[in-house]
């Protein structure tokens, strides 16, 4: 995905890469041609024969010239230049004759000087040259998810403000039927258990006689009545706590466990973005130091590889290219999911108050006005109307995730969720600091047990070993074991296609070493293999 082949990298071709970019600047160099920064306008260069693998370097041996030795005449002793040779230092004129000797050595030595100076220069064009492009590519990277983040971070805290305001209209609500509930109980309890017999009110106990018998029977009927009403309250509140307040507290409850879920994700996920923010600065700023190295042309205390630290800083704008997305679907979901479980419940409610009013109608005879208003109440509509694409996001925003989409047509709450989970990032295409990528397999030492691997060379003659089976271009990571190839022989079988890389690190005492087993799937592979390797020594 952030690798594409080119030339000089694919697998089944003869490099044509870092190589041929050293020889020609080399050449160049000696035989004075233009380099692109010299050559004049409109210039192009002379082709260059490609010399073969094995073919020596093409360096010209000065050849020595004989010189006779001639007799030279003898002067005074009381010469004046006579007496001033006797007070020249004695090792004067040895020094004289070494530099002589070095300079009639320097023409080939100036062609080697000029050759490594060709090859470090190349290395350094070209590690400047993917410095600027990672830089260009990473500062694209960092704009868009600086944007990804603006949206995405709206969305949710809009959509966050406006759930908290509606939990505390849902909870108002249920208290109001919860207190509703409680307080008809007790007052049912009361009519029907507590409360005095008015029938009883004017009953002379000694005489055991009922003083105003008309006015006592109407007291009881009103004892009859009360009971009655009792039992009705009592009715009217079973029914609002088992058929509105028990139905719109499990919607609500599900609603809050289902939000509570993804906004704790995108709470995880936030977390997780700022370590991996962390990580990047750290990873940056050994990268940049390593880069600076590579190009001030400073000897190290330890050498490193450049290309594996900055596949180690791709990989880390990849987690995070990750991580928004992740991010992004949980904000998507957690957009759609609130729309989803507001309708529910605010469903749940509107049917609740249209049974509790019937109800009490129906119990009590009294008719509300409420009624016919629930009825034309449409939840999915208003709920969309706070909720929608225009409530959450401005203009502006809707016109950046149109232009990212590439649909003409205004943005839906789809188009945005679809940014949200799967914006696209420039892939990595640069390869400057590769030389060469080899696909074998590597012996893990179980049973000589050979498994898939990727080797990849490059310009600071490290070996990058990646022993998962995906392409280390299309998945940038760091590698999982490198080889210093400037410490490094190779011992191999033909007939097996067997190449014994091995390494020696120096030590206080003795020398230490690793060995390295691959298998290369064909034995033109190899032997390119074996010419970048002993090309080295």
């Given at each position: 995905f952030f690798f594409q082949a080119e030339d000089g990298i694919r697998d089944a071709q003869e490099s044509r890469g870092l190589g041929d970019v050293y020889k020609r600047q080399y050449q160049r160099r000696v035989h004075g041609e233009h380099t692109t920064e010299e050559r004049p306008q409109g210039e192009q260069p002379a082709p260059i024969a490609e010399p073969a693998p094995n073919a020596a370097p093409n360096v010209q041996e000065v050849p020595q010239q004989a010189v006779q030795e001639q007799?030279?005449?003898?002067?005074?002793?009381?010469?004046?230049?006579?007496?001033?040779?006797?007070?020249?230092?004695?090792?004067?004129?040895?020094?004289?004759?070494?530099?002589?000797q070095g300079d009639e050595q320097k023409p080939a030595e100036q062609d080697l000087s000029l050759a490594a100076q060709a090859i470090r220069d190349a290395i350094v064009e070209r590690k400047k040259m993917s410095d600027n492009y990672f830089r260009e590519w990473d500062k694209k990277v960092v704009e868009l998810l600086s944007v990804h983040y603006q949206i995405f971070e709206k969305v949710s805290s809009r959509i966050e403000v406006h759930w908290e305001q509606t939990n505390e209209g849902v909870d108002r609500v249920l208290k109001f039927l919860r207190d509703k509930v409680a307080h008809d109980t007790v007052y049912a309890k009361y009519l029907t258990e507590s409360v005095p017999l008015l029938s009883k009110a004017f009953y002379d106990t000694d005489n055991k006689v009922t003083l105003y018998e008309t006015f006592s029977k109407g007291l009881r009927e009103s004892d009859e009545y009360h009971?009655?009403?009792?039992?009705?309250?009592?009715?009217?509140?079973?029914?609002?706590?088992?058929?509105?307040?028990?139905?719109?507290?499990?919607?609500?409850?599900?609603?809050?466990?289902?939000?509570?879920?993804?906004?704790?994700?995108?709470?995880?996920?936030?977390?997780?973005?700022?370590?991996?923010?962390?990580?990047?600065?750290?990873?940056?700023?050994?990268?940049?130091?390593?880069?600076?190295?590579?190009?001030?042309?400073?000897?190290?205390?330890k050498r490193e590889d450049l290309l594996n630290w900055l596949l180690e800083a791709i990989r880390q704008n990849v987690l995070l290219v990750s991580i928004h997305r992740l991010i992004g679907k949980e904000t998507a979901a957690l957009w759609s999911t609130v729309i989803e479980v507001e309708t529910q419940r605010m469903e749940a409610l509107r049917k609740g108050f249209i049974s509790y009013f019937k109800k009490y109608k129906?119990?009590?005879?009294?008719?509300?006005?409420?009624?016919?208003?629930?009825?034309?109440?449409?939840?999915?509509?208003?709920?969309?109307?706070?909720?929608?694409?225009?409530?959450?996001?401005?203009?502006?925003?809707?016109?950046?995730?149109?232009?990212?989409?590439?649909?003409?047509?205004?943005?839906?709450?789809?188009?945005?969720?679809?940014?949200?989970?799967?914006?696209?990032?420039?892939?990595?295409?640069?390869?400057?600091?590769?030389?060469?990528?080899?696909?074998v397999q590597r012996d893990h030492g179980i049973l000589k047990s050979f498994r898939d691997c990727w080797l990849v060379l490059t310009v600071d003659e490290f070996l990058l070993i990646f022993d998962e089976a995906k392409d280390p271009r299309l998945e940038p990571r760091k590698s999982d074991s490198q080889v210093d190839l400037t410490r490094t022989t190779a011992q191999f079988r033909a007939d097996s296609l067997v190449v014994t890389i091995i390494e020696t690190t120096p030590g206080l005492i003795i020398d230490g070493s690793r060995r390295i087993p691959v298998k290369f799937p064909r034995k033109d592979e190899m032997d390119e293999f074996l010419y970048y390797i002993n090309r080295q020594k």
């Open positions: 007799p030279a005449a003898q002067p005074h002793p009381e010469d004046p230049k006579v007496q001033e040779e006797e007070k020249k230092d004695p090792d004067e004129d040895l020094v004289s004759e070494e530099t002589k009971n009655k009403l009792g039992k009705a309250i009592a009715g009217f509140a079973t029914f609002v706590e088992t058929g509105v307040v028990k139905e719109v507290t499990g919607v609500t409850e599900t609603a809050k466990a289902r939000v509570k879920t993804l906004m704790d994700r995108i709470s995880y996920w936030k977390a997780e973005t700022l370590k991996i923010k962390s990580q990047n600065e750290r990873v940056s700023h050994k990268y940049n130091k390593v880069y600076q190295i590579g190009v001030q042309g400073v000897k190290p205390k129906e119990i009590f005879g009294t008719d509300c006005l409420a009624v016919p208003l629930l009825e034309t109440f449409v939840p999915q509509t208003d709920v969309e109307k706070y909720l929608g694409l225009t409530a959450i996001l401005e203009e502006t925003e809707l016109e950046y995730i149109k232009k990212m989409t590439s649909n003409p047509e205004p943005p839906t709450l789809k188009d945005v969720s679809v940014f949200l989970e799967n914006f696209e990032v420039e892939p990595f295409n640069e390869q400057h600091l590769l030389r060469r990528v080899f696909h």
